[in-house]
DNA sequence: GATTGGGCCGGAC
DNA sequence: GGTCCGGCCCAAT
């Protein structure tokens, strides 16, 4: 197979492809990469390399939650304010998740 | 709503 | 070299 990218490679190249103002969830990464690397994925997000290229903080749980964030929870939830997307920064949740998701 | 088990990658030992 | 553990998780119970 092509290993030319990593796997957490490839969830950059995904990550950078969604436009502002959308969201998309772990579960859609790691399904569109061929599995269920959801965790790997989030794993990758952990490592990423590159904070301002790839916008993991666009990445949110599939149950709608915001999950958790390298830099903080709270630097999240300011960045996906600031990027106009509507959430709950009460609990946490992202608002018409079916609605702000990204679909690649 | 909360808890348990499962499947996947990367790094450490 | 191989093996073990943790992780920004998910789906099912």
Request: overall charge positive; aromatic content about 6%; hydrophobic content about 40%.
């Amino acid at each position: 197979m092509d290993s030319s990218k990593s796997f957490n490679q490839q969830c950059y190249d995904l990550l950078v492809k969604i436009p502002k103002g959308k969201v998309v969830t772990y579960a859609d990464i790691a399904h569109h990469l061929g599995g269920k690397a959801y965790q790997a994925v989030g794993n990758a997000m952990a490592s990423n390399p590159t904070p301002i290229i790839v916008p993991c903080h666009r990445v949110v749980n599939s149950n709608g939650a915001i999950g958790k964030f390298a830099l903080g929870t709270d630097k999240k939830i300011a960045l996906l304010q600031e990027e106009g997307i509507e959430l709950d920064s009460k609990n946490l949740k992202i608002l018409n998740l079916d609605k702000q998701r990204h679909r690649f």
